[in-house]
């Protein structure tokens, strides 16, 4: 369902500005936290991206 860009900004604005906001938490609504389920709670599976980029810039940065 789309909405007009002057709602849909709204959470971002919150996260982007509100006290309190906790990095790397899922947030479905201004201020509604914890909303996230199934794989997107899964630490393992959100490390596997960073170990990814690791490898594959191993020996290349400086």
């Known amino acids: 369902m789309a909405i007009a860009v002057g709602e849909g900004v709204k959470n ?3 996260a982007a500005t509100a006290n309190g ?3 790397g ?3 479905e609504g201004i201020g509604v936290s914890d909303a996230a389920t199934g ?4 630490k ?3 490390n596997k991206p960073w170990q990814w980029t690791e ?3 191993d020996g290349h940065v400086l």
């Open 44 to 46: 393992e599976m959100a």
């Open 25 to 27: 938490t899922y947030y």
């Open 55 to 57: 490898n594959e810039l």
């Open 39 to 42: 794989l997107a709670n899964d």
């Open 21 to 23: 906001v906790t990095s």
């Open 12 to 14: 971002q604005l919150w």
